[in-house]
């Protein structure tokens, strides 16, 4: 049975037409917006700046400053970006001090919605806001917003509205900013290492341009140019991160950091969606590259990093939401390669 729904990949909205020409968005005001349009007059994909920018800081006087019990995450299984907030949570053991809520893996026409887990295992009702979609708490930090209803999203509680839906800043927020109030066996435990910040954003910048948003710009392109270079430009990078982790053991050396948590939440997409789905098919992690292979066991290995991966709610939502791509929302059977099976692991926190 075919599901009628409209869609717009990890960012869907219902009120605006958005063309994508540059990094900055243009806005309609039109309710008949094509919000399957993706991509430029070139075929190229172009992705959305996040709107809400605001921090929590550990500090006298922040207008967002931390507390436990405070702040909540919105989020979706499926997106990757989303995914790696769910992880630095759990990495820095804050289950107990930030909660979350979970959406359908399956994207409508008025954006992310919430549900039962009893009609759909692993989403949520929305307990802090009673919010039916993403949207009413868009709108309910800004009446006025016009852009996309992204996840994941940074509520905070007294405020009443977003802190933050940018997902490399909300891991840094979750990285350093509520030490106070874990346990001391999480406490100080960083990801983002002053010694190796100027390494890890360097690698950070060309692996989100052409691998975490690469698969992005190849799934959507329009044109068959556009798809090419981009497919191309993700298997070049594959191919150089092949060559680091033959090297070392995780992107920087002994030391599992911010850089390889971003790239994971990708990699454990690939085989099962990007490879078919998005068409980035030159190689595939299980069989093309046995040090990223041995890396992703490594890292889905690690203490609570299995339980932030879900394979129904990734591989139902890409392939039933993007019916543009899948009109048919046919579902492959596999999951990819065989995450569980034992590697010489590392450390149980090699951080």
């Known amino acids: 049975m075919l599901l009628k729904r409209a869609v717009f990949g990890h960012h869907c909205f219902r009120l605006a037409s958005y063309r994508f020409y540059s990094n900055k968005p243009t806005m309609s005001s039109s309710a008949s917006g094509n919000i399957t349009k993706w991509h430029s007059k070139d075929g190229q994909f172009h992705r959305q700046v996040s709107s809400f920018r605001d921090f929590v800081e550990a500090k006298p006087g922040a207008r967002f400053p931390a507390e436990a019990n405070r702040y909540h995450l919105y989020v979706s299984y499926a997106c990757p970006w989303a995914h790696r907030t769910l992880i630095v949570r759990k990495l820095k053991g804050l289950e ?136 191309r430009g993700v298997f070049a990078s594959l191919d150089r991160i092949e060559g680091i982790l033959a090297e070392n053991e995780f992107l920087l050396g002994s030391r599992l950091t911010e850089a390889d948590l971003r790239l994971f939440t990708t990699i454990v997409r690939f085989d099962p969606v990007y490879h078919g789905h998005f068409k980035c098919n030159i190689k595939q992690i299980g069989t093309g590259y046995p040090n990223i292979l041995r890396w992703t066991r490594e890292i889905y290995q690690l203490p609570g990093i299995k339980e932030t991966v879900n394979m129904e709610h990734i591989k139902k939502h890409y392939y039933m939401s993007h019916t543009q791509i899948n009109p048919l929302q046919i579902v492959p059977v596999s999951n990819g390669p065989d995450l569980d099976k034992p590697v010489a692991k590392p450390p149980s926190r090699p951080y």
């Open 96 to 231: 107990s001090i930030i909660g979350v809520s979970v959406v359908h893996y399956l994207l409508g026409p008025n954006g992310w919605e919430f549900a039962s887990p009893d009609d759909v295992p692993g989403a949520t009702l929305d307990e802090v806001n009673g919010a039916k979609y993403i949207r009413e708490l868009y709108f309910k930090a800004n009446p006025d917003y016009s852009a996309r209803f992204t996840v994941p999203v940074l509520w905070d509680k007294k405020q009443h509205t977003i802190v933050s839906n940018e997902s490399s800043e909300i891991i840094r927020m979750l990285n350093t900013e509520f030490d106070e109030f874990v346990e001391p066996e999480y406490r100080g435990i960083t990801f983002y290492p002053e010694e190796l910040r100027e390494k890890i954003d360097e690698i950070n910048g060309w692996i989100y341009d052409t691998v975490n948003n690469g698969v992005y710009k190849a799934g959507f392109a329009s044109a068959q140019d556009a798809y090419e270079t981009n497919c």
